[in-house]
């Protein structure tokens, strides 16, 4: 069993399941590929506009073996968009097909940490994420360079160490 | 200091600092009463639809002193809105002044429990949220008689024991 997920510049959704994750699903009989599996479920998640943009292999980050819940292959894909890109899926997400149901709410990833040295990435790191979303997350950052390494290590370090 | 949280329906967000918790804020010199301020508040988070709705003395149900950060006083506000409201105020949530600001993206909150025992409201509570709001959540809940007793006790009893 395969199934992805993307991590689109900065952006994850709150699930159906009450935790945080990226967009993406199950590879399915009827997808020729898994970036067909994947355009399919964005298109579900996010809405009609993502259909112009599209996920390519050139967008293919890592892949990771799981055993629980079930065997599988975790797939992971990163986009970079545009500004206006990302608004307008923000935009119009609410008329994607699983909105309310899957998808309860798309939301931003604050990419900075507040004077107080929690607030921002190291208190977002402290939510409930699925399966390994938030490791994709990290490495996601990293990667892309969107953070820099001192700045990412300091708040894994401060999430684990937060004050609730 | 006084500031406010309001609870419309299942809504509440993500916020700048990372963490969980409703809209609204603090009261302002120039607001004439607290509902003038939560309005106003509502309007740069929710956007200029929320403009039509308006929180009004009706909708207050409780007010929780502190002494942490700073000494002050929560009111808690809460509007039950019709789906049609609660999805318009969803589509034009981009627009608001504080979207990509103050509100990282609003997010609805799974009132049922998955088959799995943790999955939608225990995954949820076991979320990072900011002050008192998920006590104003769980009062919410109980209070408006959104979700039966037995299950939010269940619900706090299981986010406290998740398995993440």
């Given at each position: 069993m395969?199934?992805?997920?993307?991590f689109s510049?900065?952006?994850?959704m709150m699930r159906?399941d009450?935790?945080l994750?990226?967009?993406?699903?199950f590879?399915?009989?009827?997808?020729a590929s898994?970036?067909?599996?994947?355009?399919?479920e964005l298109?579900?998640?996010?809405?009609?506009y993502?259909?112009?943009l599209?996920?390519?292999e050139q967008?293919?980050?890592?892949?990771q073996?799981?055993e629980m819940?079930?065997k599988?292959v975790?797939?992971?894909?990163?986009?970079e968009?545009?500004?206006?890109?990302m608004e307008t899926?923000e935009?119009e997400?609410?008329s994607?097909?699983?909105?309310?149901?899957?998808?309860m709410?798309?939301i931003r990833?604050?990419?900075y940490?507040?004077?107080d040295?929690?607030?921002?990435?190291?208190?977002f790191l402290?939510?409930?994420?699925?399966?390994?979303s938030?490791?994709q997350?990290?490495?996601?950052?990293?990667?892309?360079r969107?953070?820099r390494?001192?700045?990412?290590?300091?708040a894994i370090?401060?999430?684990?160490?937060?004050?609730?």
């Amino acid at each position: 069993m395969l199934f992805f997920r993307i991590f689109s510049l900065s952006q994850m959704m709150m699930r159906f399941d009450g935790r945080l994750g990226f967009p993406g699903g199950f590879v399915d009989p009827r997808d020729a590929s898994l970036e067909d599996g994947l355009n399919r479920e964005l298109l579900e998640e996010l809405g009609p506009y993502f259909n112009t943009l599209k996920v390519t292999e050139q967008d293919y980050k890592s892949s990771q073996a799981r055993e629980m819940p079930q065997k599988g292959v975790t797939h992971f894909f990163a986009k970079e968009l545009k500004v206006e890109e990302m608004e307008t899926i923000e935009k119009e997400a609410f008329s994607a097909k699983d909105h309310g149901l899957e998808v309860m709410g798309l939301i931003r990833v604050p990419l900075y940490t507040l004077r107080d040295g929690f607030g921002g990435l190291p208190a977002f790191l402290s939510n409930n994420f699925i399966g390994n979303s938030k490791s994709q997350l990290i490495f996601g950052l990293r990667t892309l360079r969107l953070v820099r390494e001192e700045h990412i290590q300091d708040a894994i370090w401060s999430s684990q160490n937060i004050q609730f």
